[in-house]
């Protein structure tokens, strides 16, 4: 036989059988990898080899292929929770933050006013009798504006309803022009911050002649 009818054994075609199960014992085959490498783990599961119709697939490739997707399921809900309660856990910081800023605010401006209530005493009785003029009257209104930017309220007036949660009664007497107790003079304004009263009003209180 010449050189040119030997056959080469390198053109000779290769095959190489990747099915997972042997199609003449029905063995599953041990999957092999490189040194380091990692294994499928959908490996063992033979999808290159049809199954004709009637032909069930082996119930340890169902199972195996169930326990996976239980796996990877399970795996996706505990990541899900974790972000739940990462982001409800930071939602809440930003809340508390929040209240805790305005909370200090509040404290601070309360402060401030209590510091102040001498000086605004003064600055009160100064304008009931007529004493608030030139630059200190300026500067008392000045004052006054400031504090009111700051959510301070001066409040407090004559013929309202007396309210002990509002009020300070300094005097009382009874008087037939009322119907129910009655600030019949303010004598210091109140301060209060919204809803926190900072100092009650100081009222004469009158009550109706029994």
Same mark, same amino acid.
């Given at each position: ?104 605010? @509040?404290?601070? &401006?309360?402060? =401030? ?5 001498? %000086?605004? !005493?003064? /600055?009160?009785? +100064? ?52 119907? @129910?107790?009655? &600030?019949?003079? =303010? ?5 209060? %911050?919204? !809803?926190? /009263?900072?100092? +009650? ?10």
């Amino acid at each position: 036989m010449s050189d040119a009818e030997t056959p080469n054994p390198e053109e000779n075609p290769r095959f190489t059988d990747k099915r997972r199960i042997d199609p003449e014992t029905g063995a599953v085959r041990e999957p092999t990898a490189p040194e380091g490498a990692e294994v499928d783990p959908l490996a063992d599961l033979d999808f290159e080899t049809p199954h004709t119709a009637g032909e069930l697939v082996p119930s340890h490739q169902l199972e195996a292929a169930e326990a996976l997707a239980a796996e990877r399921l399970d795996d996706l809900q505990r990541r899900n929770a974790a972000y739940f309660n990462l982001e409800t856990q930071y939602s809440n910081y930003v809340k508390r933050s929040k209240a805790d800023g305005a909370i200090q605010r @509040e404290e601070g &401006v309360v402060s =401030v006013v209590e510091a102040l209530i001498g %000086v605004l !005493d003064d /600055i009160d009785l +100064a304008r009931q009798h007529g004493d608030l003029v030139g630059p200190f009257a300026s500067i008392a209104e000045k004052l006054e504006q400031t504090l009111q930017r700051f959510g301070i309220e001066k409040y407090g007036a004559v013929g309202e309803a007396f309210d002990p949660n509002v009020h300070e009664a300094l005097m009382h007497g009874h008087s037939p022009d009322v119907t @129910e107790p009655t &600030v019949q003079a =303010v004598l210091q304004p109140g301060y209060r %911050v919204g !809803d926190r /009263i900072v100092r +009650a009003v100081r009222v004469a209180v009158v009550d109706p002649e029994a």
